[in-house]
């Protein structure tokens, strides 16, 4: 029985070691490390990308006004939570929804955003919604003793949020992150830690706001 228990605890620590040997490049040249959880591989770190799959920039909304004015034509933006590049190189940058779902691709080539379902499933394997955000936290960097143990490698990070009419908040004690499934019309699923507890919410968020984004291998 002992040893059955070992071989358990020994597949379970291969199954979500931290870094998965290989890497990943997003259009910009920046490099990802990779986490094997499950079955699933994912990026161990916020996309900080501003260029499509194809090339083609992703405009950057720095002020209100292009914040805005983008959610209201529909369009892709991104921007660094504040305005402050400082920002990026910890959380990466926030998208928009339009950005999330264009058909130029944000995700570098054979990987995607992941769908609801996908996220879903991740969250099962660690557990279920009620248990999985503490251990997809990182031990660092969440304000109010909110860090988790980063027991999948997930290594999430308290990067705040945009609202659709441009003002940012959070960052320190909440982190969010895009789905490709839409909800309805204006909403789309995604996925929040916080600081309050160890679990991972799941909810529809206006296509306007900004939040972060992960990519997830074919």
């Not at 290989?22 to 699933?40: A, F, M, P, W």
């Not at 058909?103 to 054979?110: C, E, H, I, T, W």
């Not at 789905?179 to 909810?203: H, K, V």
Request: a neutral charge; glycine letters at 14%.
């Amino acid at each position: 029985m002992k040893n059955k228990s070992l071989l358990l605890a020994i597949t379970f620590l291969i199954s979500t070691s931290f870094m998965d040997a290989s890497k990943v490049t997003d259009k910009d040249g920046n490099s990802y490390d990779t986490v094997q959880i499950g079955s699933q591989i994912w990026m161990a770190a916020n996309l900080n990308v501003s260029h499509f799959r194809n090339g083609d920039p992703i405009p950057e909304a720095e002020g209100i006004t292009a914040w805005v004015d983008a959610i209201n034509n529909g369009k892709p933006a991104w921007c660094y939570y504040n305005s402050d590049p400082i920002n990026g190189r910890t959380y990466g940058k926030l998208y928009n929804w339009y950005a999330i779902h264009d058909p130029r691709g944000l995700a570098p080539n054979g990987w995607h955003i992941p769908s609801t379902i996908e996220w879903f499933n991740l969250t099962n394997y660690l557990g279920g919604e009620n248990v999985a955000g503490g251990k997809m936290k990182a031990t660092y960097g969440w304000d109010n003793n909110g860090n988790g143990t980063n027991e999948s490698g997930f290594a999430g990070l308290p990067g705040g949020y945009r609202s659709l009419k441009g003002p940012f908040s959070k960052v320190g004690q909440d982190g969010g992150w895009w789905s490709s499934s839409e909800s309805s019309r204006s909403y789309a699923w995604c996925r929040n830690l916080g600081t309050r507890d160890g679990g991972i919410g799941r909810g529809s968020g206006d296509k306007g706001n900004g939040f972060s984004a992960r990519c997830l291998r074919d």
